[in-house]
């Protein structure tokens, strides 16, 4: 007879392992953003600037992997905050370049603090090394399967 205590069979499964791990990621990243008045799609836009520079909004969503139907909203949000500017294209006036402003940059800075927080939290349990390992073979799946571009 199995004991209550025990662990059903799929309770151990890589698959279900995963999927609890990256639900609780994921609510500790919604937590943290929602703690310093943003979203993921906020961190995701900004750092993307950060890194790549000024784009237009389509371009933008491309290399954040925001999808077209959340990118305008997101740009919205974060123009109204003067988090980003957006600006015609001086060659296609229809389309719109989207800068980092100053604001934006000190808010990537303090998304980027609480993000670290959060992978604190979520990897407490694990020493230096066993993140690197963790990380490494997650990427290894993800580059295995095809990382997905989109939400």
């Excluded at 993307?48 to 389509?58: D, K, M, Y």
């Excluded at 370049?97 to 979520?122: N, P, S, V, Y």
């Amino acid at each position: 007879m199995e004991s209550e205590s025990s662990p059903a069979t799929w309770a151990n499964l890589p698959s279900w392992l995963l999927t609890r791990t990256a639900d609780h990621a994921h609510r500790l990243v919604t937590e943290g953003f929602a703690a310093a008045d943003a979203r993921g799609y906020h961190y995701r836009l900004l750092a993307t600037l950060a890194e790549a520079g000024p784009a237009s909004q389509a371009a933008l969503g491309r290399r954040a992997g925001i999808h077209v139907s959340d990118m305008v909203a997101t740009v919205n949000e974060l123009a109204e905050r003067d988090l980003v500017a957006r600006t015609p294209d001086p060659e296609d006036r229809r389309r719109n370049i989207i800068t980092l402003t100053t604001a934006g940059k000190r808010q990537l800075r303090r998304l980027e603090k609480q993000l670290a927080r959060t992978q604190d939290e979520l990897l407490a349990p694990l020493s230096p090394t066993e993140r690197d390992d963790l990380t490494a073979l997650l990427a290894k799946l993800l580059d295995h399967h095809g990382r997905p571009t989109e939400n």
